[in-house]
C-alpha cells in the first residue's frame, strides 16, 4: 500500500472522502486557496534554490512570483488580482523575516519514500536547514491563516513523518520541526522523541489495515462545505439528485411531512421546559407539591435526586463480599464512542461489533435543520 500524509489525514478527517479522491480518483475542481498555496510555494523553493548564500533582492522575489503563479480556479480576473496583491504582501514579510539571514539551505522540495509498517509513505519536504552551531531543522510552509494550537504542532502527523523521514533516509535526528505560517509570518516549532515516532507506526498501520478492510464510511466535518465529491457522497448525494429533477417526488412529500412533524415536536418540549420552570418556582414559593388544572387532572411533583456513586468506594464496600463483578457492566455508549472513534485497528473493531447480542441495525432519525441552527 501506498501512502502519503495527504492520504492519511484525508482517510482521518473522512474515510468517504479518501476512497472517492485516492481509489476512485473522481476528478477535484482547482480552487483559489490551493492555486494560492501552490504559487507561494513554487516561489519560495525558487527564492531558496540558490548557488551562494546572498537572498535575492524583494523585486526578484516578486517577479519570480509573477513567474510562478498559479491561475487557476478564479472566478474572474478581479478575484484573482487580490489573491496575487496578497501573495505579494506575503512574500514582502518573508523577505523583511528572511533576507538577512539566508543561507544555503540542507535540502530543498525533497521528495522521499519510507517504508513504516509495510506502508510505502511518500512525501516532500519543504526545506531542510542547517542550524548554527550544528544540528538541522524540517521547515514546512504553511498557507492557512489561523495558527493551530501548540498541542496539535506537538502531534502533527506530517512533521512526525518528515522526522522519520530525515532518519532513515539521510540519518540525521532533526532537532527542530517546523510550521511556518506564512501568513501571519509566524514559525512554529516542536520535536519528537521515538515514543512520539512509535505512535505515528501505530497512527499508520491503523489507517491502512482501514482501508485494506474496505471501511470508507462517510464522516461529516466542517471541511464538507469544501468538499469536492459531495455529489457521489451519501450524505449528501440526494440533494444533487433532485437538483437534477426528483427521482421521488412523493418520497421528498414524506421528508417533508416528517420535518414538519419534527419542528411541531422541538415547539412543544421547548413550551413544556419554559412550563415546568414555571410550575417549579411557583410550586417552590407556595410549598405545593401538586397543582390541579380545570378538569380534575393535576401536575404532580416529584423529586429526582441525581446522584452518581463512587466506583472506588463501591468496589471498595463489594469486593470482599464477592459481589463486585455483579455490578459491573459496559457502557454502551462509552463503547460506542469508542468504536466510532475510528481508532481501533478493525480486528478488534470488528470483534467488538461481534460482541454486541443485538446483531440487528436500525438507523434513527434527526433532523438536520439550518434554520434552527441559525436561531
Ligand atoms: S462531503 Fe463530507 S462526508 Fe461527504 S465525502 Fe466529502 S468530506 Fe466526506
Not at 516561489?43 to 491561475?71: I, Y
Not at 533576507?99 to 522521499?112: G, V
Not at 492557512?144 to 539521510?170: G, I, M, N, T
Not at 491503523?206 to 466535518?221: M, Q, S, T
Request: net charge neutral; aromatic share 10%; glycine share 6%.
Amino acid at each position: 500500500m501506498r501512502l502519503s500524509y495527504s492520504s492519511i489525514s484525508t482517510y482521518e478527517t473522512c474515510p468517504a472522502k479518501y476512497r472517492f479522491q485516492y481509489e476512485d480518483r473522481l476528478p477535484s475542481a482547482p480552487s483559489p486557496a490551493l492555486s494560492f498555496g501552490d504559487s507561494l510555494h513554487r516561489t519560495l523553493h525558487r527564492f531558496h534554490n540558490r548557488p551562494v548564500p546572498v537572498a535575492p533582492t524583494l523585486e526578484e522575489l516578486h517577479g519570480m512570483l509573477e513567474h510562478e503563479w498559479v491561475s487557476e480556479g478564479f472566478r474572474d480576473p478581479g478575484e484573482e488580482q487580490l489573491y496575487l496583491d496578497h501573495a505579494r504582501q506575503v512574500l514582502s514579510q518573508y523577505h523583511r523575516d528572511n533576507a538577512s539571514s539566508f543561507r544555503i539551505p540542507a535540502a530543498l522540495e525533497h521528495r522521499f519514500t519510507v517504508e513504516v509498517e509495510g506502508v510505502q509513505l511518500s512525501g516532500t519536504i519543504d526545506r531542510m536547514d542547517r542550524i548554527p552551531g550544528g544540528g538541522y531543522e524540517i521547515i514546512d510552509y504553511k498557507t492557512s491563516r489561523r495558527l493551530p494550537p501548540k498541542a496539535v504542532v506537538d502531534r502533527d502527523l506530517q512533521l512526525s513523518l518528515y522526522h522519520l523521514a530525515a532518519r532513515e533516509v539521510w540519518g540525521i535526528e532533526p532537532e527542530r520541526l517546523t510550521l511556518y505560517f506564512l501568513l501571519p509570518g509566524e514559525r512554529m516549532t516542536t520535536f519528537r522523541t521515538r515514543h512520539d515516532t512509535d505512535q505515528m507506526r501505530r497512527r499508520i498501520s491503523i489507517v491502512a489495515e482501514r482501508i485494506g478492510a474496505g471501511k470508507f464510511e462517510p464522516r461529516e466535518n466542517p471541511l464538507c462545505g469544501w468538499c469536492d465529491f459531495q455529489a457521489a457522497c451519501p450524505l449528501f448525494r440526494h440533494k444533487y439528485e433532485k437538483q437534477g429533477g426528483d427521482p421521488a417526488p412523493r418520497m421528498t412529500d414524506l421528508v417533508d411531512e416528517w420535518i414538519a412533524l419534527k419542528r411541531e415536536d422541538w415547539d412543544r418540549y421547548r413550551r413544556l421546559e419554559e412550563l415546568r420552570a414555571l410550575i417549579n418556582a411557583f410550586c417552590e414559593e407556595h410549598g405545593y407539591r401538586r397543582l390541579f388544572g380545570s378538569d380534575g387532572s393535576a401536575v404532580d411533583r416529584r423529586p429526582q435526586h441525581v446522584t452518581a456513586p463512587d466506583p472506588g468506594r463501591v468496589r471498595r464496600i463489594l469486593e470482599p463480599m464477592g459481589l463486585w463483578e455483579g455490578v459491573q457492566s459496559v457502557d454502551p455508549k462509552a463503547l460506542s464512542s469508542l468504536i466510532e472513534s475510528r481508532s481501533l485497528p478493525p480486528s478488534v473493531e470488528d470483534a467488538l461489533l461481534a460482541s454486541r447480542e443485538e446483531v440487528r441495525t436500525q438507523y434513527a432519525l434527526y433532523l438536520k435543520d439550518p434554520a434552527r441552527s441559525r436561531r
